[in-house]
C-alpha cells in the first residue's frame, strides 16, 4: 500500500486527485506520513516541498526543468489519466523517475550521457561495446565483424579506457547508464 498526500490549491481539485486515485486499491490518501505527495502547480515558480517524500508534480506547461528540484521524482501534465497518475506515484514510491515527454525534452541529455572528460567513443567501439553487452567473447566478435582477435582487443581496451572502467561487465554497464547502448 502506498500512502498519498495532495497538495492542491483547492479543495475542489483536491477532491478530482483523490477520484482520480480511488480505483486503484494499492493507493491510499493520507493527509501525513505519506509516502509519496502529488503536487498540482501551475508553474515551477509554486513549488514549495513541505515533505521529505518524493515529490510528483502535476503541471499545466511540463518542461521546466522541475527535476532539478531536490524531491522531485515525477512530472506529469495536469491532465493525465488516473491509470498515468497511479503509475508514477507506484515508480516514484520505488524509487524511479517518471517524466512527461515535453519534461525530459528540456533536460540536457547530451550532457547526461557523457561526464565531462570522457572520450566519445567511436561508432566501431559503440560496435563493440553493444556485442559486449550481448555476451560475446573477443573470438566470437572478431568473427561477426570480420575482424582479428587483435583488432578486437584494441577496440575493448580503448573502450576500457574511454568509459573510465576495467571490467567488460562495468564498460557494458557504463554504456547503458550514459545512454551509449540500447536496452
Known amino acids: 500500500m502506498t500512502r498519498v498526500a495532495i497538495d492542491a490549491p483547492s479543495a475542489i481539485v483536491q477532491a478530482g486527485i483523490e ?5 486503484y486499491a494499492e493507493i491510499q490518501v493520507v493527509d501525513s506520513g505519506a509516502d509519496v505527495v502529488v503536487a498540482l502547480v501551475e508553474s515551477a515558480g509554486e513549488l514549495s516541498l513541505g515533505s ?11 518542461g521546466q526543468g522541475l527535476l532539478r528540484i531536490a524531491g522531485v521524482r515525477g512530472v506529469l501534465s495536469s491532465d493525465c489519466s488516473g491509470e498515468e497518475l497511479a503509475a508514477a506515484i507506484q515508480a516514484a514510491a520505488a524509487g524511479l523517475v517518471v517524466l512527461h515527454p515535453r519534461e525530459l525534452a528540456a533536460l540536457p541529455l547530451a550532457e547526461m550521457r557523457m561526464p565531462r572528460g570522457v572520450e566519445e567513443l567511436t561508432p566501431r567501439e559503440t560496435e563493440i561495446v553493444t556485442l559486449l553487452a550481448d555476451g560475446l567473447s573477443n573470438k566470437e566478435i572478431a568473427g561477426r565483424l570480420k575482424i582479428s582477435d587483435h583488432t578486437v582487443k584494441f577496440h575493448v581496451a580503448s573502450v576500457l579506457a574511454k568509459l573510465g572502467v576495467s571490467t567488460r561487465t562495468e564498460a557494458v554497464t557504463a554504456a547503458l547508464r550514459q545512454g551509449l547502448i540500447p536496452l
Open 52 to 62: 521529505t517524500a518524493p515529490t510528483v508534480v502535476l503541471i499545466d506547461d511540463a
Open 19 to 23: 477520484a482520480l486515485l480511488r480505483p
